[in-house]
């Protein structure tokens, strides 16, 4: 058995059934790829566009590709086609950019919106809860039909404080509670809670992580 294949055994082990598994192959060489898509992965995350439109293009056509990483909104139109979940999406800008690139390609594109909770400085992410009320009040969110906004993203600090990590992933569920009650209610699409990686999945899946976001543990032996 490979290396990487004995990773992803043990990881699993490690995630409940319900929890879905971004096998994240940023800078990984096709046939790492292939090693885990051996393994039954089929779920794969790019940061970047070009690494991810050159992966696409290479690999099985049964792999579900997700954008985890900031996206600039001239570079929608290339994922546009295949991508199955955008996991960063941060403005009404870029939001309005995907669903003119989804009807473009007439599909309806799931993207998720990430919060920023980290200590770390960062220019990607809201910063709080008004902004994407305000957004989701809007009358040009409502205008957009070939969106479908399945939930929310975020990553925690990176320190070896399990307690400041497990109450950003809590800032994160409560984010997700409030807007799953003030705006989507009635709208069952909006379920996903993308948070969690190498170092602090195990308590993201126990802060009702739905999506888990996992490289290095798997690729890199940490
Ligand atoms: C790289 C990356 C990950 C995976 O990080 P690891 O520590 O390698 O598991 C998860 N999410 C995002 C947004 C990333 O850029």
Redesign the pocket.
Known sequence: MSAISHNIKLLRKDIPSLVRL?V?S?HQPSESILDAYNSGERVF?E?RVQELLEKQEALPKDIEWHM??HLQTNKVKFIAPFVSLI??VDSLKLLQEINRQALKNSRTINCLLQFHVAQEESKHGFKDIKKVNDLLNSEEYKALENINISGI?G?ATNTISTSQVRNEFKMLKSYFDVLNQQHFSSNKNFKEISMG???D?PIAIKEEATII????????H?
């Open positions: 971004v994240v940023k995350g940061n985890i990483g996991h960063a993203m990553m990686m190498s170092n999945y976001r996992v490289g290095s543990k798997i690729f890199n940490v």
